[in-house]
């Protein structure tokens, strides 16, 4: 019955720090998806010709900071306008204004002003290119706002760590009191330490090992379920991250479990027969 008593205390404990574990790792991915969506346009200049424009293209999609790019030409460009703006400029320009340009998806570790500066500066310097155009102070502040997100998901992490260490610490140490006798006895009859701590530490691995997979079974479940409902939770809740939550589960179960009672087992062969009462 004990034993049951921590299992079940030890898979709640467990099963909170999953659910932060796998939010943690979830908000990164939103964080790179968010980053994604930026999109830097590099307009070319009015007299570049298309052949050297698909070039440029080619050699902009062999770039590592490119996630996607979109070829827009001239037409195209004047077409869009027409339809957000209801004016079609080259009917009184009689030529159309637009040039070729293209608009770039960045990947998500070079959507930073650092990174984003260098390759502004390398694009400029590019044949053809005229500009390039991107909201710097959107930039900014997504950056700003996902690092402060990034903080907060991980001091709660941090702190749930050292709770769940506390209230699994604390079960341990009483399954441990409740024996302190046979402790004693054991190491009275002239039991070494290490026989006296092995039926503990075997019974605390199971613990940790029974609790870990009772919570990952109910995390991973949970995503499951969610996802019969929308499965565009699982472009965020991505399998790598249910692998590293489950594994992160199953470690801090076992670790906590066994070190605590490597503790607490210790702590009570220190005692003399008249500190047990």
């Not at 200049?45 to 770039?63: M, R, S, Y």
């Not at 460009?77 to 608009?103: C, Q, R, T, W, Y």
């Not at 044949?127 to 907060?152: F, G, M, W």
């Not at 991980?154 to 760590?161: H, N, R, T, W």
Request: hydrophobic share 50%.
């Amino acid at each position: 019955m004990q034993a049951f008593t921590n299992t079940i205390s030890t898979t709640m404990v467990l099963i909170l720090l999953g659910m932060v574990i796998l939010l943690t790792l979830t908000a990164h991915v939103i964080g790179d998806s968010v980053r994604e969506n930026l999109v830097v346009t590099v307009v070319l200049q009015e007299d570049t010709p298309i052949e050297e424009a698909q070039k440029l293209q080619k050699k902009l999609c062999a770039q590592p900071y490119v996630n996607s790019i979109d070829y827009v030409s001239k037409e195209q460009a004047l077409k869009e306008h027409v339809e957000s703006m209801g004016i079609d400029p080259s009917e009184f320009l009689e030529a159309n204004p637009f040039s070729i340009s293209m608009e770039v998806g960045m990947k998500a570790e070079y959507s930073k002003n650092d990174s984003l500066l260098w390759i502004e500066k390398e694009l400029k310097e590019t044949r053809y290119v005229n500009d390039v155009v991107y909201q710097k102070d959107l930039v900014e502040n997504l950056n700003r706002n996902l690092t402060r997100a990034s903080l907060v998901l991980l001091g709660i992490a941090a702190l749930l760590v050292v709770v769940s260490l506390s209230l699994i610490n604390s079960t341990v140490k009483l399954n441990v009191y409740n024996h302190r006798f046979i402790i004693h006895t054991m190491k009275l009859v002239g039991a070494k330490w290490s026989y006296i701590r092995r039926p503990f530490l075997v019974s605390s691995f199971w613990i940790g090992l029974v609790a870990a997979f009772l919570a990952d079974a109910v995390l991973v479940g949970l995503v499951m379920w969610a996802a019969t409902y929308d499965e565009a939770i699982l472009l965020y809740v991505t399998r790598p991250n249910l692998l590293i939550m489950t594994g992160c589960v199953l470690a801090v179960g076992l670790l906590i479990t066994i070190v605590c009672t490597y503790v607490s087992v210790t702590r009570q062969l220190y005692k003399k027969a008249g500190e047990l009462y």
